[in-house]
């Protein structure tokens, strides 16, 4: 269990399709906290969509602007929904881990799948030649690695997930 201080903040980590943007809204009307998603404040900064960036300037862009975007983050008393590749960046996590609790909502590989179709249109930032099977093994890693609460999404509706977030945090 961990309680949030005031002033800190609450990271969402996850695949994309786990439900950090939908989950982190219904945390924040919950907790009474802000709610910043990192995905939009990478598209204002760059001026285009996550997709664009990965067709025009390869994966490696997105998770450099991505990085540049969780460095210079500011923020307190907010749900922060991160990109599903901001663990890729070492300084990033540890920049959020300062001030935040980090919650990994966790989805299986088929619910992935299921919940975001056609990926390709979803500006995921992976190597052209990572199946979505190895990119999720390989961030299930890191996903652990910086969590300080897991929270499982299977077999739960969206409503549930923030209510097991709530549980696990004693808020």
Request: charged content about 20%.
């Amino acid at each position: 269990m961990t309680t949030l201080n005031p002033d800190q903040n609450l990271v969402l980590i996850g695949m994309p399709g786990s439900g950090k943007s939908t989950v982190g809204v219904l945390l924040a009307k919950r907790l009474g906290m802000g709610f910043v998603d990192t995905d939009l404040l990478i598209q204002e900064q760059a001026g285009r969509t996550l997709q664009d960036i990965v067709d025009q300037d390869g994966y490696q862009a997105l998770r450099q602007i991505e990085e540049q975007v969780l460095l210079a983050l500011d923020v307190q008393h907010q749900i922060i929904s991160t990109g599903g590749s901001a663990v890729y960046s070492a300084a990033a996590m540890a920049h959020l881990k300062a001030n935040s609790r980090v919650v990994f909502l966790d989805i299986p590989l088929p619910l992935v799948i299921e919940r975001i179709g056609d990926y390709s249109a979803r500006g995921i930032s992976r190597r052209p030649d990572q199946s979505l099977d190895q990119l999720f093994e390989e961030r299930y890693q890191l996903y652990t690695r910086y969590a300080d609460l897991t929270v499982s999404g299977q077999g739960r509706n969206q409503d549930e997930v923030c209510e097991a977030v709530v549980q696990g945090l004693g808020a």
